[in-house]
């Protein structure tokens, strides 16, 4: 992983509650023409909900995790409403631990060496929104924090962790539709794109690489360089920021699937990977992509 291991989410709430409230009263309505036909409607429902969640990580806690979820493809929203960066690393229970037990070792910084990480989602600025998609197979996962604190400590030794279940389910959804492929092979960066311009936009991001790798998103802030953004990435807890977090993928390799959705606005984003680096020192693999004010361009 890259460490050792409110404006925009209030809205983003609000709109949440005002559309599961819409959604109830369409089912509601539903209730007058046919039972058969509203249990089959609330069914559907159900069955979007569990593949679309919303976290809401603070400092130092996760709020809103999943009870249970529907295997197959799952989307996990990050809201950050705290004062730090977060992310969100998944990792399904190791044979031989109890979800309670593996959580447990996870806050006292004991990894058990035959956790297998799976796609999460990477770190995530305060006031944004980080959405990561990946195929979940049934089982239980914990999740928990591996963002550095300004004090050295890691978030998830500060207790940010937490569990949620996947069940099995005969609908494993969709994958979703993407505007482009990134692959992380090495130490380069591929990315294949018709035409990205402003607006959301879906990445699907393929790994050629055995072991667990983060795929980072950053956009620099006005007058910052692409070194600058780096530096700051490197040293969140001391630097002034000189880039923007807006999400990625944690932990994926070879033969995991996964993408990555950002709202892209006009700006230079610097696309990043952790890289094995001279002398311990941290590298990246990076590439940078442009967002015109008119029209699309894949980048250099």
């Known amino acids: 992983m890259m460490s ?28 007058r023409d046919s039972g058969s036909d509203a249990s089959a409607a609330a069914t559907q429902m159900d069955g979007h909900a569990l593949r679309d969640q919303f976290i809401v990580a603070s400092d130092y806690a996760f709020r809103g995790l999943p009870v249970r979820a529907h295997a197959g493809w799952l989307t996990l929203r990050l809201v950050n409403t705290g ?38 989602v990477d770190v ?20 928990s924090c591996f963002v550095k604190s300004a004090d050295g400590t890691l978030h998830v030794a500060k207790g940010m962790v937490g569990s949620f279940d996947v069940i099995a389910a005969r609908d494993t959804g969709a994958a979703p539709i993407v505007d482009g492929v990134v692959t992380l092979a090495g130490n380069h960066i591929g990315l294949h794109a018709a035409t990205l311009g402003r607006g959301m936009h879906t990445l699907r991001v393929v790994s050629r690489n055995p072991h667990p790798q983060d795929f980072q998103i950053l956009k620099l802030l006005p007058g910052r360089s692409v070194q600058d953004a780096l530096r700051w990435f490197t040293h969140r807890t001391t630097l002034v920021p000189a880039a923007e977090a807006v999400g990625g993928v944690s932990s994926i390799y070879s033969g995991q699937r996964a993408s990555v959705t950002v709202r892209f606005t006009p700006g230079t984003y610097l696309l990043v990977s952790q890289v094995e680096g001279a002398d311990a020192h941290p590298a990246f693999a990076q590439r940078t992509l442009t967002i015109p004010r008119t029209h699309g361009s894949p980048g250099g």
């Open 83 to 120: 004062n730090e960066t977060h992310m969100l690393a998944v990792a399904p229970i190791p044979a031989g631990y109890t979800t309670s037990g593996f959580v447990d070792s996870l806050v006292h910084l004991h990894i058990a060496p035959n956790t297998a990480w799976w796609s999460g």
């Open 4 to 31: 050792v291991r409110n404006r925009t989410s209030s809205h983003l709430l609000l709109g949440l509650l005002a559309c599961c409230t819409a959604c109830g009263d369409r089912a509601a309505s539903g209730l």
């Open 124 to 143: 995530v600025s305060p006031g944004d929104t980080a959405v990561m998609t990946a195929f979940f197979p049934a089982g239980e996962y914990a999740v």
